[in-house]
């Protein structure tokens, strides 16, 4: 049971170790891309390539007749990866093992949605993968193993979600054919990782260098980094912080350095709304950003 990119390898290491895969859940199809065209999740086009059967229902909570479609399937185990519905606890009983979900964190750190951005946003110089037994609560279920990676000092989201990706796959694996014993969570150091909206790329540049720098690198590639400049969005895509003082959003020189709260920062690679991605030094070529330019 899974959706994005994230649940790819989970799904490819199971089918690949001899498993017998009953059916693979995922959200439906939706307009995706600039024609809005219908397409699949990349977990049923993955399914779909391996010849499995692909059920995407639209919800669970309030359909019986879903829940009862899978209590059919007499189920030993549900292996669950960043699926996106909620599954009733009729469904949490029904697999013999129960529903193993794979989450990108090291549990209790970053219970919910946004686990890697989370991460990277807090400075957090570890994370990892736990496998854990599901319950009602939000990631609040016992934990059958983990795994921990360091978080590289210029680590974006996109290089740690392959990293987690494909850890994630091969300690679901071991946690079938161990079964190991369920150990509860810590009940000190729990925080929660909430779901991102793509107004939260907005930088603020009252914020000090270092803080706008990891907002960068968590929200690769999505929701991105954005400031105004000239009435246009202009994507923040990389950079480096760097010493700096002025007022926070003014460019200080006419290489696109610019003051934040505290010291600055500078892109490296960026992109005009409706454009391809530039490096600094080519977009500044063919658009003049002289010092005192204000970005916001």
């Not at 010493?243 to 892109?267: H, I, M, N, W």
Request: a neutral charge.
């Amino acid at each position: 049971m899974g959706s994005p990119d994230f649940a790819v390898p989970t799904l490819l290491a199971l089918h690949g170790a001899g498993h017998q895969v009953a059916a693979v859940y995922c959200q439906p199809p939706r307009p995706a891309g600039r024609g809005q065209q219908t397409r699949a999740c990349p977990v049923q086009a993955a399914a779909e390539r391996l010849g499995l059967p692909v059920r995407s229902p639209v919800r669970l909570r309030t359909d019986p007749a879903a829940q009862s479609a899978f209590a059919a399937l007499d189920l030993d185990a549900a292996v669950v990866a960043a699926y996106g519905l909620v599954l009733p606890p009729a469904m949490l009983d029904a697999p013999r093992r129960g529903c193993l979900n794979v989450h990108a964190s090291l549990l209790p750190r970053w219970r919910g949605a946004t686990p890697i951005q989370a991460a990277i946003l807090a400075g957090d110089e570890r994370t990892g993968v736990t496998v854990m037994q599901m319950d009602a609560g939000l990631d609040t279920g016992t934990m059958l193993l983990s795994a921990s990676v360091p978080i590289p000092a210029r680590g974006t989201a996109a290089m740690l979600h392959d990293v987690l990706a494909d850890l994630g796959a091969r300690l679901v694996l071991r946690a079938l054919a161990d079964d190991p014993r369920p150990m509860p969570q810590p009940q000190e150091g729990v925080t929660y990782a909430a779901r991102l909206a793509r107004d939260d790329g907005r930088i603020d540049w009252a914020h000090d260098a270092e803080a706008i720098d990891r907002r960068v690198r968590a929200f690769d590639p999505w929701p991105g980094t954005f400031t105004f400049w000239a009435d246009s969005v202009l994507k923040i895509l990389s950079a480096d912080p760097e010493p700096g003082v002025g007022v926070p959003g003014t460019v200080l020189d006419d290489a696109l350095l610019v003051a934040c709260g505290s010291g600055a920062l500078r892109p490296r690679r960026v992109q005009l709304a409706g454009r391809g991605a530039l490096d600094a030094a080519a977009f500044l070529r063919g658009h003049a950003v002289p010092a005192g330019t204000r970005l916001g």
